[in-house]
């Protein structure tokens, strides 16, 4: 009777009051991931129950999984908006207006994928409510990654995100497309996880700690203490940087991304283009500006940070990004490259490193978001029976068969293609601007480049619009399929994209609140003042 | 580690191999004699008195005996299989607690070999890599026969090895322990007799039984070795000392099995009269080994008077019944530990029993 | 001479034991990687997984150790036999021949990625880290039950949804095509199948994969 006493008796009272102030944590901050995941199991269920005609049942309880999601993310920000930020689950979670911003965009991109996705599944005649499923525990993964405060609980989320995303992408099983993308895509995936893990195991190694802020103090000490340090944090921040260029896509490490968006579903493509690529971003800047900003310029003299190597990134990404797209013949490789060159333009966000960057790679993201669904909307709407639809031929003549969309689907292309009014063009220009406002030679010549790269990407946008409006209509073409899901998600993105074109300062305020808590790259050059007067929303929340 | 410990230690080790190597002899005398029983014959009893020195003479007979490699097989595997198979399973004696501590020569000895504080778990790590020596067995022999023993045998393991691992968590929250020794100390009370099977574990012992059954591929789970459908099963095409370490392996399996089933749910070494002066813990001693041959005698027993699963029921009976009951089992003895340790609720359960 | 003698009276037991198994893991781990013949490179594995786990016995992580065998060699690598088993893979022929040209590239990249991490390692005076604060403690069942319930809850449930999430994918890759696709086409005009049932081996193969 001497074991029964003692260590679980002890280990009970003490860890059960501290699991009660934990669950009380849980429901504070991380709701909105539980009701997610919730609806997951749920859509999971009525999969089951329900027949074989029925399983667009599990697609309805997952929309509604992804509204309840929606309050429960706005309920955080308006209730608690004093309180933020807010760090709780032993440091391992943290609420602010970054976080709650992209968990936002994760639960839009969910729920519009899920809306574009009826339709599309039942013409390829594989509606099966797992499909559902997998899309929420994806969104669950893209909700906790915003929000990590730990290498460990960013690791993990962002394998829940990829993991599931892996597999919608080799849903369609018949098609050895979908078969290829979805191998193609894992095995790189599943090495770029492997290269950010020994990053994170280097950092860890010198820092003592998996904690992002723990990360921010403890490097810069271990490295003025020990100036040989240098070289073992310089790998594992190398190894770091890669991984997250695989995660979003940016050349040279893009070549996952064509295969994989040409395979996969149109839909998960939507899904992957969008709302991966935004937890890749909120990944990447929680890792090298919470965790590693100090490290974003040279610390000891020699050695450059790793402003350096995003900023080569960046620029390599958009050229290679348009060169490529410009011989594209798929809209959907298209597409992909195109995806390549726009992340390389909200990596300018975070080489620029002030205020008014930040801002920009938000609000890049949050109107990204918007245009891309859009595009991907109508060329869901195109495929058709035995019709791939998506090549670009499959444009032709589409403003006489269908004006409405064809016009929606110009308005997205110009966004894209960043060219006023549109959406596209005021977050290219908060980037651009916010590169310039550095001062900096090397930055400038960045945005320049990158001036010169939205003037390559105009030509293949504008390929398409030559296509729907110029070029004669196939014969035999047949209508769209369409349904009110789809056809809400074109009008709404239209209208969205144009709106923010117009009128963008609702969007700027939020964006600017969101990028409010980044820490700024220190620097000479008095960039605060500046970055305020020029983003008035900044601190208007 | 001084010289002397290291010498305790490596006696204590050559003791243990011997006594296990001779019990797994005479568990095959024992199985012919208890089978020939049941079937109403007589079984071996030629060799010696009552036929006691017969697994002497198969012993040499087996070392005799020519040691045929077929032509066409993975030779390198087909060499190392047998090994994987009884290493592992004599390893497991290693952390079994035979006996509680013993005075020799004004010595402190234990009646184990060592003891750590994750035993149990190396127990089990040690019996899930004894699989890998029947899948190489019936995958190198090049022969189907083997190669369906070797597949079902891994099934089969993997499936009931989850309802094996599951059915002991009711007494690892019970008692909160992984290590062998405490968990035998745990169940000294009641005279002797607070043994996890009376309190409260019999639904998990239930289970681990069964498990470990299919996990010995003894009666009725015996389908990797069916004889009437795939001649010898994975040792098909084993002969001679080969041939006899799987058996050996088998066996000493089976022995680790009544062994674990002993400790976890029967109360190990305790009994009446362990408590008593010098000879306490020799009588400890001689309770283990009644347990653990009646054990072996169950095991015999059911050989001797069940039928065979069809593949089908045996996963069905795996996946759909032991291990629902097994996680029932958990929560069922967690709920019970929360509201007895949390809350304190033993001391007062007396009273509430008689009304006030 | 001095020095190496001097270097090797200050090992001890644990030492050797580290250098035993981390060559074992080492070695096993390239046999992994460069043997042909799958079964071989699972067994090879086991290897590995085994050093992996003896030397968290030497670093007081008994738990962890237990738990790496009876995952990983006793379930996961089991599985991976019992694939290669039931589907007869054959030993891969030379078909590396193919990226002839790209392993100029792999190798020196590798080499590189190598040398840095090691000479990262080897030039960095690790001695002024401070060890974490591992105590006697630590690597015991107590201690890492208590962390996973309270500092690691996040991670542990985000896992267990993971390992949930993983259990769908993999039925909904795996499944045999007959549900859905053929009931729909049942019920449904008997139109033109755009998404030919797969062939038998391929079927095979995507278990594989999943």
């Known amino acids: 009777m001497t074991v029964e006493g003692t260590g679980l008796a002890v280990f009970v009272s003490t860890a059960v009051p501290s699991a009660v102030d934990l669950l009380a944590e849980v429901r504070d901050l991380a709701m909105p991931e539980i009701i997610v995941s919730v609806f997951a199991c749920l859509a999971l269920l009525v999969a089951a129950g329900a027949g074989p005609r029925h399983q667009r049942l599990a697609g309805w309880a997952s929309l509604g999984g992804t509204a309840l999601g929606l309050v429960s993310v706005v309920s955080i920000w308006i209730a608690q908006g004093r309180t933020l930020p807010r760090i709780g689950l032993a440091g391992m979670y943290v609420v602010d207006e970054f976080a709650l911003l992209f968990k936002g965009i994760a639960v839009v991109a969910a729920a519009v994928t899920i809306a574009i996705s009826m339709r599309f599944l039942t013409e390829e005649r594989t509606e099966r409510g797992e499909y559902y499923a997998l899309v929420l525990f994806a969104t669950v993964g893209m909700m906790l990654v915003p929000s990590g405060a730990d290498l460990l609980s960013l690791f993990i989320a962002l394998e829940l995100m990829s993991l599931s995303v892996y597999v919608l992408v080799g849903y369609l099983r018949g098609d050895g497309r979908s078969n290829e993308a979805a191998m193609k895509y894992f095995l790189l995936g599943a090495f770029s996880s492997g290269v950010l893990l020994y990053g994170m195991s280097l950092v860890y190694g010198v820092a003592g700690s998996t904690r992002l ?225 550095t001062g900096d030679r090397w930055l400038v010549a960045l945005a320049a480049l990158a001036l010169v790269n939205t003037a390559i990407s105009a030509y293949y946008y504008l390929l398409f619009v030559k296509a729907m409006y110029a070029d004669a209509d196939e014969a035999g073409a047949p209508a769209l399929a369409t349904s009110p899901g789809l056809l809400a998600v074109v009008v709404v993105s239209g209208v969205l994209t144009l709106a923010v074109g117009v009128y963008p300062q609702p969007v700027i305020a939020v964006s600017g609140a969101a990028a409010e808590r980044l820490e700024p790259a220190p620097g000479p050059k008095p960039t605060r003042n500046s970055a305020e007067r020029a983003a008035p929303g900044g601190r208007a929340r | 580690m001084t010289l002397e410990m290291f010498l305790i230690t490596a006696v204590k080790i050559g003791l243990v191999l011997f006594i296990i190597l001779t019990a797994v002899a005479y568990c095959t005398y024992m199985e012919r004699r208890v089978l020939a029983f049941i079937q109403v014959r007589l079984g071996p009893n030629r060799v010696g008195p009552f036929g006691l020195l017969q697994p002497l003479a198969d012993g040499i007979k087996f070392i005799f005996k020519e040691d045929v490699i077929p032509t066409d097989v993975t030779r390198f595997i087909y060499i190392l299989a047998p090994i994987t198979a009884l290493v592992p399973a004599l390893m497991t004696f290693a952390v079994i607690p035979f006996g509680d501590r013993l005075e020799i020569f004004g010595k402190d000895i234990s009646l184990y070999i060592t003891g750590f504080n994750v035993s149990l778990l190396f127990v089990f790590a040690m019996t899930s890599l004894g699989v890998y020596g029947i899948v190489l067995a019936g995958w190198s022999s090049n022969s189907k026969y083997s190669l369906f023993g070797g597949l079902r045998s891994s099934a089969q393991m993997i499936s009931y090895e989850l309802a094996l691992s599951l059915s002991i968590i009711g007494v690892l929250i019970q008692v909160g322990s992984l290590d062998l020794v405490k968990i035998v100390e745990a169940q000294s009370g009641w005279h002797g007799f607070q043994w996890n099977v009376i309190a409260f574990q019999p639904i998990g012992f239930l289970i681990f039984f069964i498990a470990v059954l299919a996990e010995t591929n003894r009666v009725p789970f015996d389908l990797p070795e069916a004889e009437t459908e795939l001649v010898g099963g994975f040792h098909t095409e084993y002969s001679s000392m080969k041939f006899a370490m799987f058996f050996m392996a088998e066996y000493s399996a089976m022995i680790t099995a009544s062994c674990m089933a002993t400790v976890l749910f029967f109360g190990g070494w305790n009994g009446p009269g362990t408590q008593l002066e010098t000879i306490g813990p020799f009588i400890g001693l001689a309770w283990f080994t009644l347990k653990v041959f009646l054990f072996l005698f169950t095991y015999i027993w059911i050989r001797g008077t069940l039928p065979r699963f069809r593949y089908d029921q045996l996963m069905d009976f795996g996946w759909k019944l032991l291990l629902p009951l097994a996680i029932f089992n958990i929560v069922f003895t967690a709920t019970w530990k929360f509201l007895f340790h949390y809350y304190d609720l033993a001391p007062s359960l007396p009273a509430w029993m008689q009304g006030k | 001479m001095d020095t190496i003698t001097s270097y090797l009276s200050s090992l001890t037991a644990e030492h050797y034991f580290f250098f035993l198994f981390a060559i074992v893991a080492i070695a096993s781990s390239l046999e992994v990687v460069m043997q042909r013949s799958p079964l071989y490179s699972a067994i090879a594995l086991v290897f590995t997984m085994a050093s992996l786990a003896a030397n968290f016995v030497l670093l007081k992580a008994q738990f962890l150790a237990a738990i790496q065998i009876i995952v990983y060699a006793g379930a996961i690598i089991v599985l991976f036999v019992f694939v290669i088993m039931l589907l007869n893979v054959r030993a891969e022929e030379s078909r590396l021949d193919r990226f002839g040209a790209l392993r100029f590239i792999a190798v020196p990249s590798a080499l590189v990625l190598f040398l840095g991490a090691f000479a990262a390692i080897r030039f960095s005076n690790l001695d002024t880290l401070s060890p974490s604060p591992a105590s006697a403690a630590a690597g015991t069942t107590e201690r890492i039950a208590e962390l996973m319930f309270t500092k690691y809850l996040l991670p542990f449930e985000a896992a267990s949804v993971l390992i949930m999430m993983a259990i769908v994918g993999a039925l909904v890759l795996a499944s045999r095509a007959r549900d859905v696709e053929a009931e729909m086409a049942a019920i449904e005009a008997p139109a033109e199948s755009e998404a030919p049932l797969p062939e038998p081996e391929d079927r095979l193969e995507e278990v594989e994969v999943s």
């Open chain 1, 213 to 437: 802020v723990d990360l921010a103090v403890a490097l810069p000490q271990a490295i003025s203490a020990n100036g040989d340090l240098v070289l073992l944090v310089g790998v594992g921040v190398a190894l770091l940087v890669a991984g997250l260029a695989f995660k979003v896509a940016a050349a040279p490490f893009h070549v996952w991304a064509p295969d994989a968006y040409e395979g996969a579903p149109t839909p998960v493509t939507a899904f992957m283009s969008v709302g991966v690529k935004a937890a890749s971003f909120a990944l990447l800047v929680r890792i090298l500006v919470d965790g590693l900003g100090p490290l974003r310029a040279a610390v000891e003299s020699g050695w450059p940070g790793w402003d350096l190597s995003v900023g080569v990134l960046a620029a390599v990404a958009m050229t290679w990004g348009n060169l490529a797209a410009l011989t594209q013949k798929n809209a959907k490789r298209l597409l992909a490259y195109s995806a390549v060159a726009h992340s390389g333009y909200a990596l300018l966000g975070v080489v620029a490193g002030n205020r008014m960057g930040y801002t920009g790679l938000v609000l890049y993201i949050v109107v990204y978001v918007a245009m891309n669904f859009g595009a991907f909307a109508v060329l869901i709407a195109l495929r058709r029976g035995t019709i791939a639809g998506d090549g670009i031929e499959d444009f032709r003549g589409l403003a006489a068969r269908a004006p409405g969309m064809a016009a929606l689907m110009t308005v997205f292309m110009l966004g894209l293609g960043g060219i006023p009014p549109t959406a596209g063009f005021v977050g290219k220009f908060y980037l651009f601007a916010a590169l310039v406002e």
